[in-house]
């Protein structure tokens, strides 16, 4: 299937809004009046453009001075979820720009900063109506200076494209290869439904099924990135599974694949309960949602990369932990 008329309305957004002085107008030229938008706390769900330009973009560019995305991966589909059929289009890298003013109450350091960001559209005659905008606040605030997480299980660092350098699928893609991804994420996705041992071996065997040894998972700021099975299952697969307990899969709103990309979002994808451990946090008893993008890159006939988004700020927020509030009241 060919997707190339939807990337263009997205690529054409993209131009102009990094060009464009008023957003505004940009946003009534390419996005749907009534559009339905999906962002982090403190954004969480909008039902129209305007709102969304007003609160989210405007906002970002009068903190960000200069601001370009910097994209990694670049991809399409055909989603079959029920309600939610159609084309989508999928962005995934950092916004860059010189933080000179406050934003979400963080305090600038005048100097280069990224939000890292991932990014579902819809689209439909040539307009975007539906988004999935997911970004890293935790990480902008943690090059801001404001470290609002104290303990996390692997390594924070501004992340990086894909190894192969070969994300950005602007032409056509071969329908084989695309089926092959989309076998290798369901397969792992079946894997994930049941939780079993988290036992360092069971694990470790487990996880071979889907992932290449020196598998690579980028995952958000409060969490960290990890390398190779041994250190993921070390690092956020174990703790992971042992900081909850009565975890409910609660499907997905997107799921695509295009070549060797493929990706999901869900709203949320999962919910659980907070038994102790997790991020360093001791038990809540309460249960809570988890937003989360996942970005695959497939090698062969496993999973090579992982790039991961989930909302951690809504999570603890549902936790009664305002990490944002409490975080931004003592920085500089």
């Given at each position: 299937m060919n997707f190339q008329s939807e990337k263009q309305v997205l690529l054409d957004f993209y131009d102009a809004l990094d060009k464009e002085p008023e957003t505004k107008s940009v946003f009534k030229k390419y996005v749907s009046d009534d559009l339905i938008w999906r962002g982090f706390h403190?954004?969480?769900?909008?039902?129209?453009?305007?709102?969304?330009?007003?609160?989210?973009?405007?906002?970002?560019?009068?903190?960000l001075s200069s601001l370009t995305r910097r994209m990694d991966i670049f991809f399409a589909g055909a989603?079959?979820?029920?309600?939610?059929?159609?084309?989508?289009?999928?962005s995934m890298g950092h916004f860059m720009g010189l933080f000179d003013k406050p934003w979400l109450k963080i305090s600038p350091n005048k100097k280069l900063t990224f939000l890292r960001y991932a990014e579902f559209n819809k689209i439909v005659s040539n307009k975007i109506v539906e988004t999935a905008m997911f970004f890293d606040i935790p990480h902008f605030m943690s090059q801001a200076g404001?470290?609002?997480?104290?303990?996390?299980?692997?390594?924070?660092?501004?992340?990086?494209?894909?190894?192969?350098?070969?994300?950005?699928?602007?032409?056509?893609?071969?329908?084989?290869?695309?089926?092959?991804?989309?076998?290798?994420?369901?397969?792992?996705?079946?894997?994930?439904?049941?939780?079993?041992?988290?036992?360092?071996?069971?694990?470790?065997?487990?996880?071979?099924?889907?992932?290449?040894?020196?598998?690579?998972?980028?995952?958000?700021?409060?969490?960290?990135?990890?390398?190779?099975?041994?250190r993921y299952a070390e690092q956020h697969c174990r703790p992971f599974r042992e900081s909850f307990k009565e975890r409910q899969f609660n499907g997905h709103i997107c799921r695509i694949t295009e070549g060797f990309f493929g990706g999901f979002f869900g709203w949320p994808?999962?919910?659980?309960?907070?038994?102790?451990?997790?991020?360093?946090?001791?038990?809540?008893?309460?249960?809570?949602?988890?937003?989360?993008?996942?970005?695959?890159?497939?090698?062969?006939?496993?999973?090579?990369?992982?790039?991961?988004?989930?909302?951690?700020?809504?999570f603890w927020k549902m936790q009664d932990i305002d990490i944002l509030d409490r975080t931004t009241k003592i920085s500089p």
């Open positions: 403190p954004f969480n769900e909008i039902y129209n453009s305007e709102t969304v330009y007003k609160l989210f973009w405007e906002p970002l560019k009068k903190s989603n079959t979820i029920p309600g939610h059929e159609g084309v989508w289009v999928v404001v470290y609002p997480f104290h303990y996390q299980t692997g390594a924070n660092l501004v992340q990086p494209g894909p190894s192969s350098h070969d994300g950005l699928l602007f032409e056509d893609q071969d329908a084989a290869e695309t089926i092959k991804t989309k076998k290798a994420i369901e397969d792992m996705i079946d894997d994930l439904k049941v939780w079993k041992s988290t036992d360092r071996g069971s694990l470790i065997k487990e996880l071979k099924k889907s992932w290449h040894q020196d598998m690579l998972w980028w995952g958000p700021s409060g969490i960290g990135a990890t390398y190779t099975i041994e994808n999962l919910s659980l309960v907070h038994s102790g451990g997790f991020m360093g946090m001791p038990s809540t008893g309460k249960r809570g949602d988890m937003r989360v993008i996942d970005i695959y890159r497939r090698e062969g006939k496993k999973l090579k990369e992982n790039w991961i988004f989930i909302d951690l700020l809504h």
